[in-house]
């Protein structure tokens, strides 16, 4: 497999943890958001992804087939790649059996992929410059603003539900996996998060797990920190 | 069950229409997200949903416990309720057996769900005229700029996998429940769909179904259209 990545990206951090927690090596193949005008924006990358945006997984497989050229089998969107690898390759689980528990780990998986993240990412903050001409604390302000709106629900859920080191029961499922990259992304912003108790166990705790440790900004071939 | 909705949200249409397509009865509660400075933000209603979001699905069973009462087991974001949906009541089936297919149409669902309707909903266009100051025709650039984003790359993957009446194989799939209530916000904020063509020849002629025209805004209980 190869990934399409941003070191920074938490939506390919996500997908960065899936593929170590089940052992599936792949490739990186790094896409640069804001070098070149953002790299992700070539008529190259379009092909590959038509919103030009990262992750992308190339599951294409490497057989001989003779004269005929395979169509590439990429999957776009970070939530459609891991319920994919989760479906593909079920061990380890990281959804439960039970159809209320998934679902309940789908509310907070959602909560960050529709809630925070796609509100403050690259492009809706450049768009928002591009507008309304706003500076840089402005921006800050905006990014904290969703941040805390989602953290907030996020944290309740989690103390509604006696979550202690995971969010849900006691190993990874997919929650932790979208929840670490965004505690990261607000850390690295600044973000207070005195307010999130839970939420702070829960980050502690996970990026010692080596999965995660191995699928950090910091760890990626494409680092530029 | 009971669906918290409100008729012009469209994550509560996804949701309407999947229970309609499933014949799956329900009651709704009507939460209007305007009236009273927005209904979702009682603390009322934040015991249900701590996001202060529609939809929320109560699917408490309704089972006497004598002097037990149930914890009421709500399910809240409409992703992670339409995937409990599709678990827990498997015909007719919305998502097709085979994985890769299965991933492609949760890519075009989250494009809508992650990358259009979260950008563009109520909450964020309050949170633009707070923050800039805004005016309405600046708030409806802001809305079909994100349309136009996520639809172009919509239209282009579904023509290259060869869309026609739906937008994959020949039924209606979870696509087609995320990308219809999307095209209707579109068309009531005036977006110029002539650059959609395919998009356009599939709302045509999903509309026409029973499910999705008993589950548009204008045949809601608590329409004020």
């Known amino acids: 497999m190869k990934l399409y990545s941003y070191f920074r990206s938490s939506a390919a951090y996500r997908v960065r943890i899936v593929l170590n927690l089940k052992h599936i090596s792949y490739d990186t193949i790094p896409v640069h958001l804001v070098r070149h005008g953002g790299e992700q924006n070539s008529a190259e990358y379009l092909d590959v992804n038509p919103q030009g945006l990262v992750p992308s997984l190339d599951i294409t497989p490497t057989i001989n087939t003779g004269e005929r ?81 989602g953290f907030a629900a996020f944290e309740r859920l989690l103390i509604e539900n006696g979550s202690t080191h995971y969010c849900c029961h006691k190993q990874v499922t997919l929650a932790d996996v979208y929840l670490i990259p965004q505690v990261y992304n607000a850390l690295r912003f600044n973000l207070d998060m005195s307010p999130y108790p839970t939420i702070n166990r829960i980050y502690q705790h996970c990026i010692q797990i080596p999965a995660f440790v191995d699928a950090a900004p910091e760890q990626q071939p494409d680092a530029d920190i």
Not at 92 to 104: K, S
Not at 123 to 147: P, S
């Open 69 to 149: 050229e395979l169509k590439p089998q990429i999957i776009t969107q970070s939530t459609a790649i891991i319920e994919y690898l989760e479906e593909a390759f079920p061990q380890p689980a990281l959804l439960p059996i039970n159809l209320i528990e998934r679902a309940y780990i789908r509310t907070l998986m959602q909560i960050i992929a529709c809630d925070i993240h796609p509100v403050n990412n690259l492009r809706v903050l450049h768009y928002l410059e591009e507008c309304f001409d706003c500076d840089k604390a402005e921006k800050i302000t905006w990014y904290h603003h969703w941040l805390a709106t």
